[in-house]
């Protein structure tokens, strides 16, 4: 079913510049709010953002402040001009904001995996006239997106957009959530006009990853950016490691790149999103190999073996071979390649038998 959009009207900006939505995690106290949104608005941000409302996995972490913040959200929209967004995730946190006037709405990935909770949103929207940012599903589920996408806009909200912040694994890597780049780039396929909002911030869930998840973002043409920053990030309630200040969050937007994307480049641009997944999971796959070469390396320490059993590595190196022909490749690369790994995989086992 094809999406009934209009232009997300967010704030006029020039192009050297994606929009950019910015501000804390969550809305901790007024001073922190109006501190954090000040330096901001100085910098030239428009649009700001807090949690009001946090969906925590574990009971007794910081839940948001509730209802009490949303005053100190209208103080950012009557003293320094901004517009301002909220998570909302019920029923109850849609009305409240409704109320109090917030400008703009985002449903946290947490939510958008719930079916019922989004139609209870979509419910609550009936008839109101509001942009509506949808966050991806915790989960890889392109459909369930897009589901999610379509009861909000089947409510009548056509200002709608969305935002990439990565999907959840059971093993923590390099990445918070994994970007696994292709969902978005098939969502735009799928619904073209959709404006995206990459969130660097939840997908690295670190402060050093912000700005080269930003670019990427941009080389894929991404409309937006939506980024967490606080007046001192190190002593945030939630998301401490992945905030920044404002003056880093502008020397990070300086630095970006935005380039005119043309069809091609938009292709090219897709293609290396997919050769850089596929080296990070490369990586990660090295990474498991030599966790399970240190298991071996302590076996061997236990019963007394030797490291290297060259009839097993003459082995390895033989299949891996005839297995990489099947595959188009050389047989002398993939020797190459597996020589390496064993090298590094014996390193290893030494360490291990050392210690
Ligand atoms: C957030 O934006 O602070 C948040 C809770 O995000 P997500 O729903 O992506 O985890
Ligand atoms: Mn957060």
């Not at 008839?127 to 009861?151: A, H, M, S, T």
Request: proline share 5%; glycine share 8%; net charge negative.
């Amino acid at each position: 079913m094809a999406l009934n959009l209009t232009p997300l009207n967010l704030t006029d900006h020039d192009d050297k510049r994606p929009v950019v939505i910015a501000g804390p995690c969550s809305a901790e106290t007024e001073e922190q709010v109006m501190n954090t949104a000040t330096q901001l608005s100085k910098k030239g941000i428009k649009l700001f953002r807090a949690g009001i409302w946090k969906p925590r996995t574990k009971p007794g972490g910081f839940e948001g402040v509730g209802e009490e913040g949303l005053p100190w959200l209208n103080r950012v929209q009557k003293e320094l001009g901004m517009k301002v967004c909220t998570e909302v995730a019920t029923h109850a946190h849609v009305e409240a904001c409704l109320k109090a006037g917030v400008d703009l709405l985002w449903i946290g990935a947490r939510t958008v995996a719930n079916p019922f909770a989004m139609q209870e949103i979509a419910d609550t929207l009936k008839g109101v006239d509001i942009p509506v940012l949808v966050k991806n599903p915790v989960n890889p589920d392109l459909e369930l997106w897009i589901g999610g996408l379509e009861r909000i806009n089947q409510a009548g909200i056509t200002r709608l957009g969305v935002i990439h912040r990565g999907f959840s694994t059971y093993e923590k890597k390099l990445y918070r959530n994994l970007p696994m780049w292709h969902i978005p780039i098939e969502l735009r396929r799928r619904c073209p006009g959709l404006p995206i909002f990459g969130d660097p911030s939840h997908i690295g869930g670190k402060r050093e990853l912000i700005a080269p998840l930003a670019q990427q973002a941009m080389d894929l043409g991404f409309e937006g950016l939506i980024v967490e920053s606080h007046c001192n990030p190190d002593a945030a309630w939630s998301d401490a490691s992945q905030q920044v200040t404002p003056d880093v969050l502008d020397f990070i937007l300086d630095k970006l790149v935005i380039r005119k994307i043309t069809e091609t480049t938009e292709s090219l641009n897709a293609l290396r999103g997919q050769i850089d997944e596929i080296d990070n999971s490369l990586i990660e796959l090295l990474a498991k190999r030599m966790r399970i070469s240190r298991e071996i390396g302590e076996y061997k320490r236990q019963h007394d073996m030797t490291v290297v059993q060259t009839s097993r590595y003459t082995e390895i190196l033989d299949k891996r071979g005839a297995q990489g022909v099947l595959c188009g490749m050389s047989s002398d690369f993939i020797k190459d390649v597996f020589e390496s790994i064993h090298e590094e995989s014996v390193r290893q086992q030494i360490d291990v038998m050392n210690k």
